[in-house]
C-alpha cells in the first residue's frame, strides 16, 4: 500500500498502534504495541510464541488502527511475519 504523505506524516508522530487479528474461531483479537514506519511498511516486533504471531500465520488479514484522541488512521492489509535475529530485538 502506498501511504500519503499526510499519513506518512501522522504515522511518523508516534502513536501507539492497535493491531487486530481473526483467531481460529474467528473471533478478534486485538493488542496494543509499538509500530515503526519504514517507507510504505509498518512493522511492529512481538514475541514469535505470541497469539498475534499464530493467527498472522493462520490468517495474514490484519487491521491496524492508529489513535491519538482527536484523530485516528486505520489500515487493513495483509500482514508477512518475518523472523529476526534474536540478538536484535
Request: hydrophobic share 35%; aromatic share 6%.
Amino acid at each position: 500500500m502506498t501511504l500519503s504523505e499526510t499519513r506518512r506524516s501522522y504515522l511518523n508522530e508516534r502513536h501507539y498502534a492497535i493491531i487486530a487479528t481473526c483467531n481460529s474461531d474467528g473471533s478478534i483479537q486485538q493488542t496494543v504495541v509499538w509500530y515503526l514506519l519504514e517507507g510504505d511498511t509498518i512493522r511492529f516486533n512481538v514475541a514469535a510464541s505470541s497469539v498475534k504471531v499464530r493467527n498472522l500465520r493462520q490468517n495474514p488479514t490484519i487491521s491496524v488502527t492508529i489513535a491519538d484522541g482527536t484523530r485516528y488512521l486505520t489500515l487493513q492489509g495483509q500482514a508477512m511475519v518475518e523472523t529476526c535475529d534474536p540478538d536484535l530485538r
